[in-house]
């Protein structure tokens, strides 16, 4: 769910974090052509190579390294500080203002449906608020306990803060997607059945609205929490039932194995194991190559773990097809059709 820009935002602002932010002679200069000149020159640009392979991605890359060089080359980080002041949540949105605003104006331009309104709120919730809405939410935690408690309880607070978000996740993403509960009742029955057959009782299925353009399924809830399963419009329009239920299969292993508890369980370990392997080699936890290692390997896990977990939640979709239907074996149309949904999926997100 994290996608491509977001990773990209965050890891500039963390790292601007830990470099020295100071203004040198003839960097606002810089910062103002990184910031505003370049952008602007990239969106005048937009309708000519809106139809051109790979334009728009050019486009957004050449926007996105402009921001980032004003970032951690030029300190735009000191001049909001500057402006805003030390407000912790006020410096952060300043820094992420231009770029943010830059991205919009680009997709408004190049929307590819009618309703560019529609288009820009879709690719803000998915490569923005999806995971700066969290983090927004921890960092003003934070900041708040760090101004009336100090440094020691604002780290507890953040902590019971991140527990708090993961426990409330579905609800939060839900808002941010505007996910809404499937209309059609009989598929509903359909699919409920088959999170019966998964044995997950409290199970809810939403539909995500992406105008068409996006054509995925995920599951999300953990513990104590609704299994709920997301599928969006493009998926339902596009798919076949009998495909369309082996994802729902597919979905729901995720929560009859507990593949999100685990997959945040292997990454919280991993911390915890680097912070350990850290002082154990006397290595210094807070240094911008330690926190660095330490993302890399817990994307390494998060990809490994979730590679394996797929590949199981595969296999279970389409055992479970096969044994509703009767078959003590696995059934060649079963294995046929869930390849079928899987290739539809790939295709259509290239």
């Not at 929307?111 to 690719?123: D, E, N």
Request: hydrophobic residues 55%; positive net charge; charged residues 15%.
């Amino acid at each position: 769910m994290i996608r491509p820009i977001s990773l990209f935002l965050i890891t500039c602002i963390l790292l601007a974090d830990y470099l020295t932010a100071t203004i040198v002679k003839g960097a606002g200069v810089l910062a103002i052509i990184l910031l505003v000149i370049i952008p602007v020159v990239a969106i005048v640009l937009s309708p000519k190579v809106q139809r051109k392979n790979y334009g728009i991605e050019i486009l957004t890359f050449v926007i996105l390294i402009a921001w980032s060089m004003a970032l951690l080359m030029f300190g735009w980080l000191a001049h909001v500080k500057l402006i805003l002041g030390e407000n912790f949540l006020l410096v952060k949105f300043g820094t992420l203002l231009p770029v943010v605003l830059s991205l919009s104006l680009l997709w408004w331009l190049t929307s590819p449906i009618k309703s560019r309104i529609a288009w820009v709120s879709h690719r803000l919730r998915c490569d923005v608020f999806l995971l700066f809405v969290p983090l927004f939410i921890l960092w003003g935690v934070r900041d708040v306990v760090w101004r009336y408690y100090g440094s020691d309880a604002s780290q507890d607070a953040m902590f019971i803060a991140l527990i708090a978000l993961i426990i409330f996740s579905p609800i939060v993403i839900r808002c941010i997607l505007c996910a809404r509960e499937l209309t059609d009742k009989n598929l509903t029955q359909l699919l409920l059945q088959v999170a019966r057959r998964a044995g997950v009782k409290k199970a809810k299925v939403l539909v995500w609205n992406t105008h068409m353009l996006l054509m995925n399924a995920f599951a999300i809830g953990i513990i104590f929490q609704p299994k709920t399963i997301v599928l969006t419009d493009k998926l339902l329009q596009n798919l076949t039932q009998k495909e369309l239920v082996l994802v729902a299969r597919h979905e729901f292993a995720h929560h009859r194995y507990w593949h999100l508890s685990f997959l945040i369980l292997g990454m919280f370990c991993t911390i915890l194991w680097t912070d350990h392997l850290a002082t154990l080699f006397q290595l210094d936890i807070g240094a911008v190559t330690t926190q660095l290692i330490q993302l890399l390997l817990v994307i390494m896990v998060y990809i490994y773990l979730s590679r394996k977990f797929e590949e199981q939640a595969d296999a279970y979709a389409v055992a479970d097809e096969s044994a509703s239907q009767g078959s003590e074996i696995v059934l060649q149309d079963a294995s046929h059709n869930m390849s079928a949904a899987l290739g539809a999926i790939a295709s259509c997100s290239n």
